[in-house]
């Protein structure tokens, strides 16, 4: 009797286990039929403008976030004006996925999450006031820089595959980029950083 109920409960484990196998077997098999293979140029191009878009809409939520941590007014200004320049920049990418008659879902940007994180743990450490801004000023240029990067391999590729006119969209998006970045240095240069000084030195 007991090496039986000891059988029952072996083969219960067991099945649940080949269950569970064949489960995770069926799910992979179903993601690689779904996910289309990277063949060209064109489907490097198409994955880069979907990694882009993502980015934008995590930039979204977190913008509004680092504006309201800001204590500089301008600075508080400088995020606030660029997550309406964001917002178009998401809708631009919409339009041109609209002309290459794909959806612009389905990717996740991993490195815009990292970026992200690394902000809000920034956040979380809770600088003094001018540490703060000055903070928030280095972690969204490393942004910046990320899109600028994007942007800019992004615009080669449509080049490269004869898309001018949505080139021009991205060149348009790039130059928000670059400027946004100008604007962050300046703040950064002119005043936010040396308040940060002048707090060491009271000290
Ligand atoms: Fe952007």
Redesign the pocket.
């Known amino acids: 009797m007991f090496f039986w109920v000891n059988q029952l409960i072996f083969e219960a484990i067991f099945s649940s286990y080949i269950l569970l196998y064949l489960e995770k077997k069926i799910c992979r098999t179903l993601l690689t039929i779904n996910s289309k293979k990277m063949k060209t140029l064109k489907d490097l191009f198409e994955h880069q403008l979907k990694d882009?878009y993502n980015?934008?809409g995590q930039?979204i939520k977190a913008l509004p976030k680092m504006a309201k941590k800001a204590t500089d007014s301008k600075l508080k200004k400088a995020f606030e004006d660029?997550l309406e320049?964001?917002k178009e920049?998401?809708k631009r990418i919409e339009e041109i996925c609209d002309e290459l008659g794909i959806k612009p879902s389905g990717e996740t940007c991993k490195a815009m999450e990292g970026l992200i994180k690394e902000a809000e743990a920034f956040i979380e450490e809770n600088p003094d006031e001018d540490v703060l801004n000055a903070g928030l000023i280095a972690e969204a240029q490393r942004i910046?820089h990320y899109?600028i990067s994007g942007?800019g391999t992004a615009i080669r590729y449509a080049k490269e595959l004869g898309m001018d006119k949505i080139a021009k969209k991205l060149v348009k998006?790039l130059d928000?980029?670059y400027h946004?970045d100008e604007l962050l240095n300046d703040m950064a240069e002119k005043r936010l950083n040396k308040k940060a000084i002048s707090q060491e030195q009271d000290k």
């Open positions: 882009l980015a934008e930039l660029h320049e964001t920049q998401k910046e899109e942007y998006t928000e980029e946004a």
